[in-house]
């Protein structure tokens, strides 16, 4: 029932209209991964080979996050990918308020419907959106990540486990260890939490 219901959401997402992003893209991204899903991995939104591939992190950040999960002792197939936006904005902007209060139902939905143990927001702007969402405030992500946050999501307790972006390592390198640290931490709350 989980997976039909996953399967019927995806659907949705694919053929949505909610905002002016649907008219400019090539594929919907509603991401991917094991249903239901322990951990939840939350990008900001599609980039260009998202949108032309359909898959969360198709590019080079989706590289870097691979070797990030596998040194955590994950795989993609552990994980479910998404990102708060659907579609991919142009340019890559930053999403707009409208765009997130359409598209953000989606992810709110994937939770519950998912039953995450640990939520990974990826990046200052995703933080920012799930860290509010229940109600944990939001400093700067040099400041909240690789801490984890206790929350109660519908289905029971969480931990909101903000990271720096994948991507920030092509921009700013000197961060590599850092977002590397992160992924090691995270390994030793998924240990710890074994038996959750």
Known sequence: MIEENACLLEQEILACTRCRLASGRL??????????????????APGEQEDRTGRPFA???????NNLLASA????NDVFITSVLKCRPPGNRDPKAD????????????????????IVPMGRFSASVV????????GKISGIHGRAFPADAPHGPVIIFPVY??????????????LAADFRCLK?????SSGA
């Open 73 to 76: 002792g994950l795989s993609r």
């Open 188 to 192: 030793e709350i998924l240990a710890g």
């Open 99 to 118: 765009e997130i209060t359409a598209c953000k139902p989606y992810l709110d939905r994937q939770i519950v419907l998912l039953r995450p143990s640990v």
């Open 59 to 65: 590019g080079r950040a989706g590289t870097i996050l």
């Open 27 to 44: 594929h919907a991204v509603p991401g991917e991964g094991p249903v239901p899903s322990r951990i939840i991995m939350v990008g900001e």
């Open 131 to 138: 860290m509010g969402q229940f109600g944990i405030p939001v």
């Open 165 to 178: 972006h994948p991507a920030v390592v092509t921009h700013n390198p000197p961060l590599r260890e850092e």
